[in-house]
């Protein structure tokens, strides 16, 4: 069964950093890019990064730079969203997808997210 499963979200205040884990299972992540997107109540997903399934790659939403840091390792399965400097706006439900066509296109397989929640 392909599966995606994320984790890592939480309660942090801003400032904070929170790494998010995108697990794996069913298929092999090795030709598949990777992307993460977030929705927050009321508004529409977004998408925050996206790495090429070599890594080489990489990019992120304006909001984001400088702050966030996606990253992969192939032999554990899973893609990893570094978060530094939380800000209240960045609350929102975090999801990674995987596609085999490259970051420009659509995503054939999502994972149900992981929550992230800043605020002091």
């Known amino acids: 069964q392909v599966q995606l499963v994320e984790s890592g979200g939480g309660l942090v205040q801003p400032g904070d950093s929170l790494r998010l884990s995108c697990a794996a299972s069913?298929?092999?992540?090795?030709?598949?890019?990777i992307g993460w997107f977030r929705q927050a109540p009321g508004k529409e997903r977004e998408t925050v990064s996206c790495?090429?399934?070599?890594?080489?790659?990489?990019v992120y939403a304006d909001s984001v730079k400088g702050r966030f840091y996606i990253s992969r390792d192939n032999g554990k399965n899973t893609v990893y969203l570094r978060m530094n400097s939380l800000k209240p706006e960045d609350t929102a439900l975090y999801y990674c997808?995987?596609?085999?066509?490259?970051?420009?296109?659509?995503?054939?397989?999502w994972g149900k997210g992981t929550q992230v929640t800043v605020s002091s």
């Open positions: 069913g298929f092999t992540l090795d030709y598949y890019a």
């Open positions: 997808a995987a596609t085999i066509r490259g970051c420009s296109y659509g995503m054939d397989y």
């Open positions: 790495i090429s399934h070599r890594g080489g790659t990489t």
